[in-house]
């Protein structure tokens, strides 16, 4: 007799058939991607020389590694069961590791652009020397173009199937690992034109594609640390790509409200990282006396609505409370 194996879980509730399987295969090809890494990062520290854009394309890869990191360390997080102390679960790890990879980016990324934009102003000249391969001596730069030219584009492939992969599971990191793998042929473009620079005696031009590929990263730094802090103070729920409000909320409030013993209705959302906790505030009709199953079945449909329901309130009210909904009047209707 064989034993199934246990399903994976986000906290209490059970993901679907098709997120376990978009988790495995987001799983899957994080690793892929840090193995990917790992040889671009050699080849590349390999032909550095002195080169400011090599140098800056290198630490991009170097920090192309902490997304995915955070990735496989929050997803073995969340599986944890909620605990006296930690009631919601712990599907906040998600939001911290987009935090750490977020900070690392801004952080370096401000460092390349003060290092670059130094380099510009004191008029720095670097220099590519000759190197001996296979008995032939040739010029140091052909070998730093190769190899950025063919680190440029599975990582492409790479991000392009984690955003599909980020999307069915509402996660943010997944998608800030897959939005930086999408322009890494930016990055490798910029450093095939600085060194290219050099060779043509533009001096200028290494800095200047250093300075590009720092921009680069301090945009996916400055990026991912508001939609990561945002996220940790609770903001308003939104997509996996922060792109607009998740309208799951407003398919609530609308159900909720052609309910024939709710009067108003109107949710608050928490994103916990995969899940979502909502709090749905009920106006009950006048000289109605709802029974609690009334509530459960409401609970019960709105759960159903969408996997990343975790869980659910519903709580009943004479008025919708302005205090913990702005934008709500005491009427329970929209303000201008």
Known sequence: MTRSTPSLRFGHTELPQEQQQALRQAVKFEWITIGFLAVTTTLVFLVLGNSQAMKAAWIEDLLSFLPPISFLIATRVIRRRPTIDHPYGFHRAVGIAHLVAAVALLVMGAYLFIESGIGLVTAEHPTIGSVELFGEVFWLGWLM????LLTAGPPVYLGLVKMRLAKKLHDKV????????KA????????VVGVMGIGFGLWWADSAAALVISLSILRDGIKNLRAAVGGLIDTRAKTYDDAGPDPLGERIDAYLRGLRW?????????????VYHIESFVVIKSRCTPEIEYFEEARNACIGMDWKVQDIVIIPV??????????VTSSGGERA
Not at 174 to 181: F, G, K, Q, R, T
Not at 318 to 327: C, D, M, Y
């Open 318 to 327: 004479s008025e919708l409370p302005e205090e913990f909904l702005p934008g």
């Open 145 to 148: 173009i190769l190899v950025m």
């Open 184 to 191: 890494d042929w930016a990055t490798a473009l910029a450093a």
């Open 174 to 181: 997944l998608y800030a690992d897959a939005d930086m793998n």
């Open 262 to 274: 709710v009067d108003d209705a109107r949710s608050r959302i928490r994103d916990e990282g995969h």
